[in-house]
């Protein structure tokens, strides 16, 4: 039996995978904190991502109602209110809290892949 294959391990990969990501698109927005017009962007909450994922629906009548955009993955961060004289609507100090924040969750994810992946091979008796 494969370990990755494991719901567990496969959602704290997938966390993990998210997590690389926001990080990308939050690094991109405070690389153009000085862009004339920019707009800052953030990823899907990785909840909302992981239940679009989990459950596609398909639209097999125009009365149904349409599934939820799994595909789009970066969008508009609408919390940004402010904008500065040139457009530019990055808030450094805002980012910088999200940056900490998924510092903080990307330690999490870790940990507990390295413990259930622990738990595992102690369970195979292949022990550390």
Avoid at 82 to 103: C, H, I, Q, Y
Wanted: aromatic share 4%; proline share 6%; no cysteine.
């Amino acid at each position: 039996m494969d370990m990755t294959r494991t719901a567990p391990m496969a959602l704290a990969e997938r966390r993990l995978a998210w997590l690389e990501q926001r990080q990308q698109v939050l690094a991109q927005n405070i690389a153009n904190a000085d862009t004339p017009g920019y707009q800052p962007n953030d990823l899907v909450p990785f909840e909302r991502a992981v239940q679009a994922a989990a459950a596609p629906l398909a639209q097999t009548s125009p009365r149904h109602l349409a599934g939820p955009d799994g595909g789009r993955r970066a969008q508009r961060d609408r919390a940004a209110v402010e904008a500065s004289p040139d457009g530019n609507s990055v808030s450094l100090d805002r980012e910088a809290l999200k940056m900490a924040e998924t510092d903080q969750a990307h330690a999490l994810a870790l940990a507990l892949h390295r413990r259930w992946a622990a738990m595992y091979r102690t369970a195979l008796g292949t022990g550390r």
